[in-house]
């Protein structure tokens, strides 16, 4: 009894810390204004200054302040709280998701069109973001970070004043990060429960609620697109801000789309670490050297002119920083071709596994013109990819942690206890995403023979992701 009254007080204190924030929204909006204060300052501040030399430091220059501001502290630890606690981030403290919705409060409310609800925008988005962010050096030059911060925003308000009102449309649809922080909020161990039988309770009277993030909250089941803000809190004593298992809505709800597994495959897994890998690698200078040496012998010049404006490629004369048109081709060779490999094999991994399952269960509420369930070809493969978004996850955070380190070692911050913290986080990743396979697996099957060769298909198909940083931290 004791267990169960306190498992039952903690939940009962979870559901008024969901109460909490319902109370405070005011409280709420005044520090997500005073964030955008601060984001406007470390986007336009360091554009207007001189690029720092060699001697500035976090202590002494603005610009580096900034740069250690949004790479080496927010976007990182942004990523970390998402799996910690769902979409708070969203929710409560996002500068963009504030201007957004400020402008939507202000602007035209038209209809969201068509276009905009394509499903394949948030793989989309991520991706030219990521490698336009590559293109023009952006962890490294303040005019780079207000083109693809500060352009997202603007956008952002742009799209906020054409459609909607009150609402978070682009949040919804085009954010470059909207996808990568719906995988992760699958494995918060918070989310808002709606209970079905009192929302059907007869109420007298029922206040609106603005759901920004535009979420049909009498279905809502998981965490994934919830910005977790707390408007919607005991709305028709139904919703109910709840503890859960990390687990739950990746094995029991979320079933995945073939979008979803573009991006955690090919995009997370795959262009994201060619993203990360190509300016350390030895293969980069090797194929610009070859691919030199081949316009060179055929007196084709022009692709080694460095004329590009900053804008298109890095161009900073200054510091002596200037892409060539070859130095972008490569680029783009590079992350693709770390595309192709790591997500390839990734893909082909989950294929195999699929194939050593018995079929996936047709997916519900998907039925053909005569009324029976439909299954898609890939359904059981999606399925499976939302088991990998740990070790996708830890990537990215890898990733942009190493900017962190960079800068931390720039300041004489010892670093040497970087790697074993690397390698036993994306270990307990893996053994993570792992786990994820068996128990999805285990939905199809009861043969502990089958499991296993569908969980060691994965495996080896984790071995170039795997590999990619074992050369990214110790071999190159």
């Not at 580096?64 to 990182?76: D, E, L, M």
């Not at 596994?353 to 039925?367: K, S």
């Not at 074993?420 to 043969?447: N, Y």
Request: a positive charge; hydrophobic letters at 50%; proline letters at 6%.
């Amino acid at each position: 009894m004791g267990s169960v009254s306190r498992g039952q007080g903690f939940r009962a204190q979870v559901a008024r810390a969901g109460d909490f924030l319902r109370d405070h929204q005011r409280a709420i909006r005044g520090i997500q204004w005073v964030i955008v204060g601060v984001y406007v300052a470390l986007l336009v501040i360091p554009a207007i200054l001189p690029l720092p030399d060699r001697s500035a430091s976090v202590f002494n220059n603005l610009t580096v302040v900034a740069q250690f501001a949004f790479w080496g502290v927010w976007w990182p630890f942004v990523l970390v709280s998402i799996p910690l606690f769902g979409r708070a981030w969203c929710g409560l403290f996002c500068p963009e998701g504030a201007l957004t919705e400020w402008a939507s409060r202000h602007g035209r409310g038209g209809a969201i069109p068509r276009w905009m609800r394509w499903g394949g925008w948030p793989f989309v988005a991520f991706s030219l973001t990521t490698i336009y962010g590559q293109l023009v050096s952006v962890y490294q030059y303040p005019w780079a970070v207000a083109a693809v911060l500060g352009g997202s925003t603007i956008a952002a308000m742009i799209v906020g004043w054409l459609y909607g009102r009150n609402k978070r449309v682009w949040c919804k649809y085009l954010c470059p990060v909207n996808g990568v922080f719906n995988l992760l909020g699958k494995l918060a161990p918070w989310y808002y429960r709606v209970d079905a039988q009192a929302w059907r309770a007869p109420v007298r009277r029922v206040e609106s609620i603005n759901c920004a993030p535009l979420l049909p909250l009498r279905n809502m089941q998981g965490a994934a697109d919830c910005h977790m803000c707390g408007r919607c809190s005991d709305y028709r004593g139904a919703i109910t801000l709840s503890p859960r298992s990390p687990e739950a809505e990746i094995v029991q709800v979320a079933e995945g789309s073939g979008w979803q597994t573009m991006l955690i495959v090919f995009g997370l897994m795959g262009l994201a670490v060619g993203a990360f890998l190509w300016s350390a690698s030895p293969w980069f200078v090797t194929l610009k050297q070859t691919m030199a040496t081949w316009l060179v012998n055929r007196d084709v010049y022009w692709p080694l002119a460095d004329n590009a404006p900053w804008f298109i490629l890095t161009h900073y004369p200054q510091v002596n920083d200037s892409f060539s048109w070859l130095d972008g081709t490569v680029i783009l060779l590079f992350i693709f071709g770390a595309a192709g490999v790591v997500g390839g094999a990734t893909f082909g991994g989950l294929w195999l596994a699929d194939r050593l399952l018995p079929a996936a269960p047709p997916r519900p509420g998907v039925r053909d013109a005569a009324g029976q369930l439909l299954r898609s070809r890939l359904a059981g493969v999606h399925k499976l990819a939302q088991g990998l978004i740990p070790a996708a996850g830890v990537g990215v955070f890898l990733g942009l942690s190493a900017t962190t380190l960079t800068l931390l070692q720039h300041e004489g911050v010892a670093t040497g206890w970087a790697n074993p913290v690397r390698f036993t986080m994306l270990a307990l990743a893996l053994a993570w995403s792992l786990r994820f396979e068996w128990r999805l697996a285990g939905l199809r099957t009861d043969s502990i023979w089958r499991k296993s060769g569908a969980v060691g298909a994965v495996a080896v198909g984790l071995l170039p992701f795997v590999w990619a940083w074992l050369l990214f931290f110790v071999l190159w």
